[in-house]
């Protein structure tokens, strides 16, 4: 087991299943084909992303160094959540960008979703972390992998 | 983040509860990126990007409507991302038809929720709102409450205004509000590049290819772009303005690109040239061989790479004035040296509402007529969200529509001789 230290950017504690994106997360391409046929498990729908492509998105610890792509892309982890389809966490390598922040902040504030969120893990995390990991994520942004 | 008074009353909820939720999301969000205050938008108007009445977006939808039952409205007018269905120019069969009716079933009702929350008009809708015919043209240095990546990485570079990449419904709460979060884009720092690009290509390199290329490369940091302007000039006419526009898109949907300086073109790069690229900045070289090696890395997903493109769209983001009459005139020639009078794929070219009708006036629109080509202020990327569509091989010149969609991408001039010859 490793543990690695980030930032909280939304608080909470959660325990769930590695699903890793080590590019960047294109969220709309991603989430769009599980939002349209109203898929729970979210299989993710971005042909350009190799690492996940139709790999289940929902109550995964998804891992990954930013989001990238659509302005629409806070809306998207916002409907999603709202839907009971969003990821347990997320895990960002990087510092968040403003896309998924808004994501999960309006998942946070505005749905009954619980969606902890840390960022600032760095990229040791994200070269070590592997699909199928478990993840253990602390308040105090404390991310256990195993 | 520090509040004034007014604003910490708010948070405290003495607008009531909902106007503290939009308060405590805008600053739970700038303290996310450190932002030390909230500071006014001064842009005379909006830009929302959501405009589909979707219905796997219905929380959105609700909370609109939510919103409105509490009295709260935009305090600027805004314009929003185009509208996701025109049934009468986008070709459509009776069963794609039927999916778009039970896909934006809410449409209707959420058109008249943007018309109430201050949508500045019914043809308001287009991504490319800061067109002259459109009338959304923030000024240098004024501080911007948009979202919609490809408008507001235009309106960063090409127009030296200043917005974050704020997601749907951040925008519409810094509407709501009056008030941005500082930090990031809006800020002198934030807007210094710690990327150089040189472009170095024996001709004018397709814009949508590298947009690609940058936005792959850099994801969401700025770049500073030196050679290019010996391609494309060193004044923002219409030409470069529509250059501009496309390769923004595709820096934007490519990767995360809210900001670009094109040394000696665009305005802060004019007014503060390489002072703007940060100490120990990273080198990317384009030259020739690495926008193909971009372009051939692009996946095909059609169920049979070599059907036979049964739809073509040009226009996303969508096209100006002057792009309009460009195509339509490149479209003529492309038949008439195939000896063809209409296109051989069905073809829409999709434009602002008030661009297609000042192209109507002009003598290229009987030109585009007579190819057989269709006009339309559809959002491509809308239609393709049809599932029936997406099963269609559809082709078209736009890299976000490719990013985003099964369409495949083409240049330019490939697309002309898919329209003159019917094959690829």
Redesign the interface.
């Given at each position: 087991m490793r543990e690695f230290k980030g930032r909280v950017?939304v608080p909470g504690t959660a325990t769930a299943e590695a699903l890793v994106s080590k590019q960047?997360f294109?969220t709309?391409?991603s989430f769009?084909k599980a939002?349209?046929?109203?898929k729970l498990d979210a299989p993710c729908s971005d042909?350009?992303n190799e690492d996940i492509y139709q790999k289940n998105m929902a109550k995964k610890a998804l891992c990954l160094?930013?989001?990238?792509?659509?302005?629409?892309?806070?809306?998207v982890i916002?409907?999603a959540s709202?839907?009971g389809a969003s990821p347990a966490c997320l895990l960002f390598s990087e510092s968040?960008?403003?896309?998924a922040?808004?994501?999960a902040?309006?998942s946070?504030?505005?749905?009954d979703a619980e969606m902890p969120t840390v960022d600032r893990l760095g990229q040791d995390f994200l070269d070590y972390v592997k699909d199928g990991m478990t993840i253990n994520i602390k308040e105090d942004g404390l991310v256990e992998v195993e | 983040m520090l509040l004034s008074k007014e604003q910490q009353a708010i948070l405290d909820g003495s607008q009531g509860e909902t106007m503290a939720k939009i308060m405590k999301t805008i600053v739970m969000y700038g303290d996310t990126f450190g932002a030390d205050r909230l500071i006014p938008i001064t842009s005379e108007q909006g830009h929302l990007v959501t405009s589909f009445g979707i219905n796997v977006m219905t929380p959105y939808v609700d909370m609109f409507e939510a919103l409105l039952a509490d009295g709260i409205v935009s305090k600027q007018q805004f314009t929003v991302d185009p509208s996701p269905v025109d049934m009468d120019n986008v070709p459509a069969s009776f069963l794609q038809r039927i999916v778009f009716k039970v896909l934006y079933k809410n449409q209707e009702k959420y058109d008249d929720q943007l018309m109430r929350m201050g949508l500045k008009g019914k043809d308001m809708y287009t991504c490319t709102c800061y067109m002259d015919e459109v009338g959304n043209i923030p000024n240098k240095g004024e501080i911007l409450s948009w979202a919609e990546s490809s408008a507001v990485v235009y309106a960063n570079s090409v127009l030296g205004a200043r917005c974050n990449r704020n997601s749907g419904i951040i925008e519409m709460f810094g509407s709501i509000l009056g008030l941005v979060p500082n930090f990031g884009l809006l800020t002198d720092d934030g807007r210094k590049a710690p990327w150089i690009i040189e472009v170095k290509t024996s001709k004018v390199p397709e814009a949508q290819v590298l947009g690609s290329a940058i936005g792959l490369k850099v994801m969401e940091d700025v770049p500073y772009i030196k050679g290019l302007d010996k391609f494309i000039g060193n004044e923002l006419t219409d030409d470069a303005k529509a250059y501009l526009k496309d390769m923004g898109a595709a820096t934007a949907s490519n990767g995360a690109v809210g900001l670009y300086h094109v040394d000696g073109l665009t305005p802060d790069a004019v007014e503060l040239g390489e002072d703007l690229i940060l100490k120990d900045a990273k080198v990317y070289t384009i030259d020739d061989a690495e926008l193909l090696r971009v372009q051939e890395s692009y996946p095909c997903i059609w169920k049979d790479p070599d059907a036979k493109p049964k739809l073509a769209f040009i226009g996303c983001p969508h096209l100006s004035l002057k792009q309009l009459k460009d195509w339509s005139i490149a479209i003529d020639k492309t038949l008439k040296e195939n000896g063809r009078k209409k296109v051989a794929v069905p073809t829409v070219l999709t434009a602002a509402m008030p661009v297609i009708e000042a192209f109507k006036k002009t003598e290229e629109y009987k030109v585009l007529l007579d190819t057989g080509a269709t006009l339309s202020y559809i959002c491509p990327l809308m239609y393709m969200s049809n599932p029936l569509c997406a099963k269609m091989p559809v082709v078209t010149t736009s890299n976000k529509l490719r990013t985003y969609t099964t369409a495949k991408y083409y240049r330019d001039s490939q697309m002309l001789d898919i329209l003159g010859k019917g094959t690829i």
């Open positions: 950017v960047g294109n709309l391409a769009k939002l349209l046929a109203k042909q350009n160094p930013q989001t990238i792509g659509s302005t629409t892309g806070g809306i916002y409907c709202k839907m968040i960008d403003s896309l922040a808004a994501g902040i309006l946070d504030i505005w749905t | -």
